[in-house]
């Protein structure tokens, strides 16, 4: 039977409930590290399950040749608007409305040009793994006239 961790105080006053009030240790002497080294191990396996299912719903681990689409609108002044990114240049027109759809683009970050009347803007996109981004509404508005 294993002694008690706290004896009986020697000398002075003695305490005849000390034993009636003396509980057991949770955890029995010795088997402490091992369990903390078990509970550890397990804590861990955890955090990186976790860890593995947050990057895979977070789109950062695209797989290889994965592609998405791009859709949005474009309002510009008058009609002529276009738009394409740099992986495929197929040049895009800008539907009636100003709604637009850049299909098949290669996922992850890339760049959407909206081009109009000879000036380009530029738009920075995250492009889902088989999914579509919507980019919202883009206005597109000229400032000053290019110097002749």
């Known amino acids: 039977m294993p002694e008690p961790q706290n004896p009986p ?4 006053a ?3 409930d000390y034993y009636v009030k003396w509980r057991p240790p949770l955890i029995p ?3 402490g590290r091992r369990i903390v080294r078990i509970a550890i191990a397990v804590l861990a396996v955890a955090l990186v399950i976790m860890g593995a299912v947050a990057l895979w719903r977070s789109n950062l681990i695209a ?3 994965g592609r998405g689409d791009i859709v949005g609108r474009v309002v510009a002044p008058t009609d002529g608007a276009v738009v394409f990114v740099l992986p495929n240049p197929t040049e895009i027109p800008v ?3 100003g709604s637009f759809t850049v299909p098949n683009v290669p996922s992850g970050r890339q760049m959407l040009y909206i081009a109009f009347s000879g000036m380009a803007w530029e738009v920075p996109v995250e492009v889902p793994n088989q999914g579509s981004i919507d980019v919202g509404v883009i206005t597109v508005e000229v400032t000053a006239e290019p110097a002749r």
């Open 14 to 16: 003695f305490d005849p």
């Open 9 to 12: 105080p020697t000398g002075g």
């Open 63 to 65: 797989l290889p040749g």
């Open 95 to 97: 539907a009636a409305d």
């Open 29 to 31: 002497p010795g088997h």
